[in-house]
């Protein structure tokens, strides 16, 4: 394994044997591109500066760009046996070669790494190469795939030993690890999505907190001061709540909050070899599979293991597109010559480049150069199809026939490659395996009878029967957009996507301009239509002048004058409807209301729509908009010739699918079926089998875009009465039972969300429960029950904070739905966890085991009345603090200790006393007399609850057991004694 790039040693290219023929090109693309192609001079950006490069005259810009920034990222490395065989290929001694000798650097480094594995002979045979391939781009035939600079290769003079892959890149179902790393990618992803949203909703918090201090017109002082600053402190309620530390928000206060930025690598794609009857059966893996696929939309299901394996490699392999549409004449013609020798140079080069390139792991250098698989993407079919003037629905022969002569003129470069020097190293073990496919491609082309695509078919499965391939896997679909707009392809985001009508073009000085897209002007243009009339149907005619039934004339009626429509008429260039010129405008909202009488609260509604508002209805919105903004195809115009309709029609998805899988039949790496589904994991379980049962080759599944949930004001609030928006239950008729006897009756209700007042009642308790500071709020309803509680505790961490915050919030709706009280006052006493131990500032209750454990034996003494959850007795202190009944009456105590003044809202009177009427009950769990205390302190929470029972010490409130000293239990002085 490899990653510095030089380290040959001199002669090792006398390991080439010089008995057999090497590669040899002729100068076919460097003459024809020297004699046709003007070049001219292009003011482009630099890092710095504006730079001028010399450029094909008919490229874009960005085209220029894309060529410019390829090559500046391309890898340094340059074989030493270059130098000892006639210097560097990649110099160019003329300093007007195009794109500043950006094409000389590309295609010298691949003939000088040929020149160094021996491809061939002379310097003078890798500068023919080097030319061609020059050449071949400059005539907008070709263009290369992205390239790593840097990464791991196997040597491809070294002769590095192949070591065993530590995983493979294809996994397979019956591995039980392979759910395990599905799994784990799934997660991955789960945490990006949620990380990026709790991102965005923190920098927003802190952006209102950083603005609310901002925008305060006051002194810096007073600002500052969330008690001085009401909006301050709005904000930093709000930045609270969304579980921010109270360091991040002090310095959101005077220094402006940076986005945090998240790890953007780029996530692997799994490919998973299953059996095609388990997936159709949905045993219970292939459903967990459906589930993972659907969930991140990163694994790709096949069922055959070679398909697995090339789709794992699909991102290693090496990719050169072909511009189907420049090597094609007007009328789709293809010389056989020219075809013959471009797929010749482009297998060469992307066979050195298999071997120079570099890898992003270990493990895929292996797989790298162990298959050697490259990749072909041939853009321009729908053009070229209708330079043939075929239409889709009958282009199955034309497409098969188009790409088995590709496929058959890449297997015979790859044999003559093997026949030169060796074949792949895998090839001897997958030799079988790939004959039977080749055998299945040729019944295939056989079907639509013989033909000179057959013939060269047979020839070359011939040649791969005889002398091997250097070259295990073709990939015919994979593609890059980069690399297609290299090439001058009329449609680069996909091979086979149709051009769209109207395209863009760009003239010398660099203006943008629109126009009929090439092969949809020159079958027009054969036909006689009026091709002016053809782009102002596809363009629209951006002037409300011909806006149809919403022009210029029918706003004015409308009440619009001249100030107005001249708005709307200055943003026609960039909208894309009329509702969006006219929100671009900018009308004046005195405007809207006086002139339009429209309500402020209805023009800011997120549904709003203007022309709506103004009585137009559907149909008149979408006509204007087609008038002023143009139509989407020709299908409609109706000057279109009947003739053209089916082949200007637009490609929808059944179609490309369909074209998909005819270059598929050709192509090693399969095509994959790409479905949406929801979150439902029973859809896409049966959306997997069925795409199974149908025989596709691969499948993956995507989540679907998420449904918008509705808006806020249109759902029940939280405290509100949701009976009303639920549906009202019909009663079955009730049918009259004579033999039994009717001796229950189930009645079933509504679970309805009981409503607090808006002025309840209730208290606030603060205590501490092993040093840490509790305040419990609660508040009732008009009878006493309680109906909320609030926990707050301070100084401690954001998420328990938030955690306790959200419990509270939890256990509120519970009650507020009729969840008893004692169930959870029986679910949560005596829970275990930190903090515990002693409780002070509580005169019922005085250690916990936790800090649920106290909360709800509050609770329960406070509203259940439940006493032998209490472990204090108030009433039993005296001031000596030694217990013992009071001796004398009890004075009586005011109200207003019990009854909140502000509740009251004075209408409770100031000599208003509470008299104790009745003593608390004894508890029932404390003794008397003798055996009124024979319990210990627990060593673990403090409380005198720890008792022997049997031949271990237990504590009734915590639980703690363990072993207790000896003491004299019958001595009179023992403080335990009942005679004390």
């Known amino acids: 394994m490899a990653g510095a790039p030089h380290g040959i040693g001199q002669g090792i290219g006398q390991r080439i044997s010089k008995a057999r023929s090497l590669m040899r090109f002729d100068s076919q693309f460097a003459r024809e591109s020297a004699h046709r192609l003007a070049l001219s001079l292009r003011e482009c950006d630099g890092a710095s500066r504006l730079e001028k490069v010399l450029a094909p005259s008919r490229w874009t810009n960005a085209r220029i760009d894309a060529w410019r920034g390829f090559c500046d990222g391309l ?89 065993e892959a530590d995983q493979p890149l294809a996994l397979d179902l019956a591995d039980f690890a392979t759910l395990g790393r599905a799994e784990a990618l799934a997660a991955t992803i789960r945490a990006r999505h949620s990380a990026r949203g709790l991102l965005e909703a923190a920098h927003s918090a802190l952006m209102a907190v950083h603005d609310a201090h901002h925008r305060c017109e006051g002194s810096e002082d007073a600002c500052a001061d969330p008690l001085r600053n009401a909006a301050l402190a709005r904000a930093i309620v709000a930045a609270r709540r ?82 189907l549409a420049s090597l094609s004449d007007r009328e789709g013609r293809i010389d056989p010559q020219r075809f013959s020798h471009l797929m010749r140079l482009v297998v060469c080069a992307l066979d050195i480049e298999v071997g120079c390139g570099f890898s992003i792991s270990p493990e895929a250098a292996r797989a790298r150069a162990g298959a050697r698989q490259i990749a072909l993407a041939i853009h321009g ?67 639509h009878g013989p033909g000179p695509a057959l013939c060269l078919f047979d020839e070359a499965l011939a040649a791969v029967s005889r002398d091997g391939l250097r070259h295990c896997a073709l990939d015919l679909l994979a593609s890059s957009p980069e690399a297609a707009l290299m090439a001058g392809c009329p449609c680069p985001r996909t091979p086979i996507d149709a051009p769209a009508p109207l395209a863009a073009f760009e003239t010398e000085d660099g203006e943008i301009f629109h126009g009929l897209e090439a092969s949809a002007a020159a079958l027009l243009a054969e036909a006689g239509a009026d091709l002016a009339a053809a782009e102002r149907w596809l363009a629209g005619h951006r002037s409300l002048e011909h806006g149809g039934p919403i022009d210029d004339a029918a706003l004015r009626a409308k009440g619009f004058t001249d100030h107005e429509l001249a708005l709307i008429g200055a943003r026609m260039d960039t909208a894309t409807s009329l509702e969006d010129a006219i929100n671009l405008a900018g009308l004046d909202e005195g405007f809207l209301r006086d002139v339009l009488g429209l309500g402020l609260e209805q023009v800011r509604a997120s549904d709003f729509s203007l022309l709506r508002a103004l009585g137009f209805d559907d149909n008149d919105i979408s006509e204007a908009d087609a008038r002023l903004f143009g139509h989407a195809d020709l299908t409609a115009w109706p000057a279109l010739p009947e003739a053209l309709k089916p082949l200007l029609a637009p490609l929808d998805a059944a179609m490309r699918e369909h074209i998909e899988t005819l270059i598929a039949t050709f192509s090693d790496a399969p095509a994959v079926v790409v479905r949406e589904v929801g979150p439902s994991a029973v859809a896409a379980q049966r959306t997997q089998s069925a795409l199974a049962l149908a025989g596709a080759r691969a499948v993956r599944l995507a989540p679907a875009p998420a449904t918008a949930l509705p808006a806020s004001d249109t759902m029940p609030a939280l405290g509100g009465d949701m009976a009303a928006s639920a549906p009202p239950r019909t009663a079955e008729p009730e049918t009259v039972r004579t033999v039994e006897k009717v001796v229950e009756r189930v009645i079933e209700r509504d679970r309805v969300r009981r409503k607090l007042p808006d002025r309840r009642k209730g208290y606030i308790q603060k205590a501490s429960v092993g040093g840490h500071k509790v305040y419990l709020h609660t508040g009732e309803y008009e009878n006493g029950e309680l109906g909320e509680i609030f926990l707050d505790m301070h100084k401690e961490g954001a998420a328990f904070r938030s955690l306790m915050n959200n419990f509270a919030i939890a256990i509120s709706i519970g009650l507020q739905y009729g969840v008893p009280l004692d169930e959870f006052v029986e679910a949560f006493v005596f829970t275990r966890f930190e903090p515990a131990g002693r409780v002070s500032g509580n005169d019922s209750i005085k250690s916990a085991t936790s800090i649920l454990d106290y909360i ?125």
């Open 242 to 323: 969304q579980g921010l530390g109270d360091d991040l928000i002090a310095r959101a206060i005077h220094l402006r909050p940076e986005p945090a930025t998240l790890d953007d690598t780029p996530l692997p794609h799994l490919a998973i070899h299953a059996a095609r009857d388990q997936i159709a059966a949905g045993t219970p893996e292939a459903a967990r599979l459906a589930r993972l696929s659907a969930e991140c939309g990163h694994i790709t299901l096949s069922f055959d293991p070679l398909d697995a394996e090339n789709l794992s490699r699909r991102t290693l392999a090496p990719l050169m597109t072909i511009n």
């Open 856 to 980: 709800f034996r509050e609770l329960a003494v406070s509203y259940l009345d439940r006493s032998d959850l209490a472990n204090a007795d108030p009433e039993a202190l005296n001031a000596d603090g030694l217990g013992g009944d009071r001796t004398g009456e009890t004075e009586p105590l005011p109200a207003a200790r019990f009854i909140s003044k502000g509740f009251a809202r004075g209408s409770a009177p100031d000599n208003l006393v509470v008299l104790p009427f009745s003593a608390r009950a004894p508890r029932e769990d404390v003794m008397s007399g003798d055996q009124a205390i024979t319990a210990d302190a627990c060593p673990a929470c403090g409380d005198f609850t720890w008792q022997r029972r049997g031949g271990e010490a237990t504590c009734d409130a915590c639980g703690h057991a363990g072993d207790m000293p000896s003491r004299p239990m019958d001595s009179p002085s023992s403080p335990r004694s009942g005679s004390a």
């Open 381 to 447: 079919v729908v053009p070229w199809l209708r330079r043939r003037s075929t239409p889709h629905a009958d282009a199955d022969a034309t497409v098969l026939s188009l790409f088995a002569e590709v496929r058959a003129h890449a297997l015979l470069a790859s044999c003559e490659l093997a026949r030169m020097g060796r074949a792949a190293p895998d090839f001897a073990v997958l030799r079988d395996e790939l004959l039977r496919r080749l055998a299945r491609e040729r019944a295939v082309l056989a079907e």
């Open 75 to 163: 890898p340094r490395d340059l074989p030493n046996l270059a130098a000892s065989k006639g210097g560097c290929l990649t110099r160019c001694d003329d300093d007007g070669a195009p794109l500043g000798g950006g094409l000389h650097r590309w295609a010298g480094r691949l003939a000088a790494w040929g020149h160094a594995t021996g491809l061939f002979e002379s310097r003078r045979d890798a500068e023919h190469f080097r030319d061609e391939l020059i050449g071949a781009a400059l005539l907008d035939l070709i263009a290369p795939g992205p390239v790593l600079a840097s990464g791991h290769r196997i040597h491809p003079i070294a002769d590095d030993v192949q070591g």
